[in-house]
């Protein structure tokens, strides 16, 4: 079983900038594909960014050139970095990791709030 600890979460006014911590209890190389997901009130969950075990990541359009996700394997976390911060950013973030034996496990989410 994979754990995972997320942190960084918080309010912030437009403009402003956050960075999201998921610690897990395994290397990242163990890690097939770690994504950043968010899920606003009455909306479905939606993946924000993804980083591969290569290193390759994906974004989501709206966040492209906003965000950016990276992993430290010394500290086995993976880092979102969210800058210019917009309202339409605010909901519950949640760090996804699939492991390569094991399946998929989420965190359990953490608040972003933009005030505009």
């Known amino acids: 079983q994979v754990r995972l600890v997320e942190s960084g979460g918080g309010l912030v006014q437009a403009g402003g900038s956050l960075r999201l911590s998921c610690a897990t209890s395994?290397?990242?190389?163990?890690?097939?594909?770690v994504g950043w997901y968010r899920q606003a009130p009455g909306k479905q969950r939606e993946l924000v960014a993804g980083?591969?075990?290569?290193?390759?990541?994906n974004y989501r359009d709206s966040v492209k050139g906003r965000f950016s996700i990276s992993g430290d394997n010394a500290k086995n976390t993976v880092f979102l970095q969210m800058n210019s911060l917009k309202p339409e950013d605010t909901a519950v973030y949640y760090c996804?990791?699939?492991?390569?034996?094991?399946?998929?496990?989420w965190g359990q989410g953490t608040q972003v709030t933009v005030s505009s």
């Open positions: 395994e290397t990242i190389s163990s890690l097939n594909y």
């Open positions: 996804n990791v699939v492991h390569l034996g094991w399946g998929s496990y």
């Open positions: 980083i591969s075990s290569s290193g390759s990541t």
